[in-house]
């Protein structure tokens, strides 16, 4: 390989790693909210639960 072939690829490379460390930073975010929304409907529910618990026991 010649030295501009090699820098040429170096860039190539450089460009993939930056674009597959983007996806990952936005894959990691939305796998962050998707947690966070499940938790909050978790609680939700469990607080549902916990009403009718009450009434059940009144």
């Known amino acids: 390989m010649t030295d ?3 820098k040429e690829l ?3 490379l450089a460009v993939s790693h ?3 460390r983007a996806d990952l930073v ?3 975010k939305q796998t962050r ?3 966070v929304a499940s ?3 978790a609680s939700a ?3 549902k639960l916990r009403a009718s618990q ?3 026991d009144r």
């Open 4 to 6: 501009k072939e090699l």
């Open 10 to 12: 170096v860039a190539s």
């Open 18 to 20: 930056e674009e597959m």
């Open 26 to 28: 936005a894959s990691q």
């Open 33 to 35: 909210a998707d947690l």
């Open 39 to 41: 938790q909050k409907q």
């Open 45 to 47: 529910e469990m607080e």
């Open 54 to 56: 009450r009434e059940t």
